[in-house]
């Protein structure tokens, strides 16, 4: 089965840093797209990063010059390096990509969810 598992959410005070990482496993043809997105109570899942197959990257205003994303492409996996965390970016954050695993399974995958709570 194709799943996103992600890792390395926690608990950090402000001005701290965080790695998260989203590995992809299963019978994957290519990844097109890899991405974070977060989720805060009371609010609308939102962009935060992505990358593309290509390298082209892309942040949400509130994170540019403090995040950076990655990707591995050998390994299928995807990283966000949180620098300068502020408590407004405390929020579950979820791994996204676009998964071709045969010509006639392709579509967008989710996972779990990772918890990032910054304190201030």
């Known amino acids: 089965q194709v799943q996103l598992v992600e890792s390395g959410g926690g608990l950090v005070q402000a001005g701290g840093s965080l790695r998260l990482s989203c590995a992809a496993s299963g019978s994957i043809f290519s990844i097109n797209y890899m991405g974070w997105h977060r989720q805060a109570p009371g609010k609308q899942r939102e962009l935060v990063a992505a990358?593309?197959?290509?390298?082209?990257?892309n942040y949400a205003d509130s994170v540019k010059g403090r995040f950076t994303i990655s990707r591995d492409n050998a390994k299928n996996t995807v990283y966000l390096q949180m620098n300068s965390l502020k408590p407004e970016d405390t929020a579950v954050y979820y791994c996204?990509?676009?998964?071709?695993?045969?010509?006639?399974?392709?579509?967008?995958?989710w996972g779990q969810g990772t918890q990032v709570t910054v304190s201030s």
């Open positions: 990358v593309t197959s290509g390298a082209s990257t």
């Open positions: 996204h990509a676009y998964m071709v695993i045969t010509d006639a399974m392709t579509g967008d995958y």
